[in-house]
């Protein structure tokens, strides 16, 4: 996968916090750059004012995320984010964290994400105006089929 190939993308500030003893940035607080990305990107696609409405959720049931190199308190980084498969109940979300000016993630997260109805307590299929949105951000270029 290429750069170009990511239609979203939400700038990072790295904060002095973020930076551990090694003086890098924190594996666990590049999970948290993926979760900006991730709110981001469903604002973007569904709306502000339509994010976790009616009790209408996305949760995350699998994460996997690889570290390819370090993220330095001076780089410039942002997170790219695309949904790639939408299944019945469920979608697939792949991000990088990209530092400005290179071609290669410092890390990627591909994330299994179902759709939860808060108030019945249960699982629910994801509604179509959703999958509208998600196809119209992603150009139509979202896989259907089951999600794994």
Known sequence: MKEKE???ETPIQIRFNDVDGFGHVNNTVIQEY???GRVHYLQDALGADNLWKDG???VIVSNKTDFF???MPG???KVLTRIYQLGGKSL????????EGETGPTATCDSVMVGFNIV???GMV???DWRSDFNRLEKGRLIPGTVQ
């Open 69 to 71: 190199q370090q993220t």
């Open 56 to 58: 209408r959720h996305l």
């Open 6 to 8: 990511f239609i979203h």
């Open 34 to 36: 993926f979760d900006i």
């Open 75 to 77: 780089d410039k980084v």
């Open 92 to 99: 697939r979300m792949l991000q990088w964290v990209l530092k």
């Open 120 to 122: 019945t307590g249960e």
């Open 126 to 128: 994801l509604p179509e």
